[in-house]
């Protein structure tokens, strides 16, 4: 059964959805954009009927609760800051960290930042930060496909962009992989006052963040072929900024949404992470 929690926090109070018995293996699972912690709807009810207790919270500028005005608050070192307080509150000493997109890339930073927390990452989607950025650089590939970060940099522009004709802009990011009810939920969530900016802050404050080093923890890296915003340079070249165990797994025809997409196969995958890795 999954729960709607509230976790208080220096930060403010974010909310989160909760699933399995508090003594259960801490599996904390990070949101993307432009969703919220129900894109792990399959997946907690999976981790907490196996043993886990998961927690996957509606991340800074998402929660009501936890919602800066400033773009400065939504540095890298922020995003992972909260991580740690999460899980702080929560009572967890070391947990395993998931993330998917924007997620994704807190989560290579938190398991680079405090290994001596994280016992293994997965990351989805999105490689490790500095793969990406060399790539968006370098590779012509890459940057056609990351032509979408200066639109969404744009302040009010963006949102219009994105939330005229019902949200019909932010329907299109989904490309119609994910059930239309779903996409209806993230569309509300974001048409609340300031709810889109705060989420498009993440972007618009990646130039305030420092490089994120290798990740010596054992993890997981799972990439699919479809996925339009992440081309295959990046995803490659992620195994050289990881320093511990290493597993990169490649999804066939399934697009960046793999969580809601391919919830099977990514749960499978996820849950033989964790168990090659109990310490």
């Given at each position: ?34 969703e ?21 919270p ?6 009501p609760?936890?919602r ?5 608050d ?9 991580v ?24 290579w ?35 056609q ?23 019909a ?9 994910i ?16 709810a889109?900016?705060a ?22 890296y799972?990439?699919s ?30 697009s ?22 109990r310490?």
């Amino acid at each position: 059964m999954i729960e709607a929690i509230k976790i208080a926090t220096a930060a403010g109070t974010f909310d989160a959805l909760s699933s399995g018995d508090a003594g259960g293996r801490e599996v904390m699972l990070l949101h993307g954009f432009p969703e919220a912690a129900i894109e792990w709807e399959f997946q907690l009810h999976a981790l907490g009927g196996g043993g886990c207790h998961a927690v996957a919270p509606d991340q800074r500028g998402y929660s009501p609760g936890v919602r800066p005005d400033r773009v400065a608050d939504y540095r890298l070192a922020d995003l992972v800051g909260d991580v740690a307080a999460l899980a702080d509150e929560l009572g967890w000493q070391r947990f395993d960290l998931v993330g998917h997109d924007w997620g994704a890339y807190v989560g290579w930073a938190a398991a680079a930042e405090m290994p001596e927390r994280i016992r293994s990452l997965t990351a989805v989607s999105l490689p490790h930060p500095a793969a990406f950025l060399r790539a968006m650089a370098e590779d012509e590939d890459q940057a056609q496909r990351s032509q979408y970060f200066s639109l969404l940099r744009q302040p009010r522009v963006a949102e219009r962009a994105l939330l005229m004709d019902d949200g019909a802009g932010l329907r299109k990011i989904f490309e119609w992989k994910i059930p239309e009810e779903r996409v209806d939920d993230y569309v509300h969530r974001l048409s609340q006052p300031e709810a889109l900016t705060a989420a498009l802050n993440w972007y618009r404050a990646m130039h305030l963040s420092g490089p994120t080093g290798p990740v010596p923890v054992p993890t997981l890296y799972v990439w699919s072929t479809e996925d339009s915003t992440v081309g295959s340079a990046a995803a490659m070249a992620t195994a050289q900024h990881v320093t511990g165990p290493y597993r990169f797994e490649m999804l066939e025809e399934v697009s960046h949404w793999i969580p809601e997409q391919a919830p099977e196969e990514l749960t499978r995958l996820i849950m033989q992470h964790l168990l090659a890795h109990r310490t």
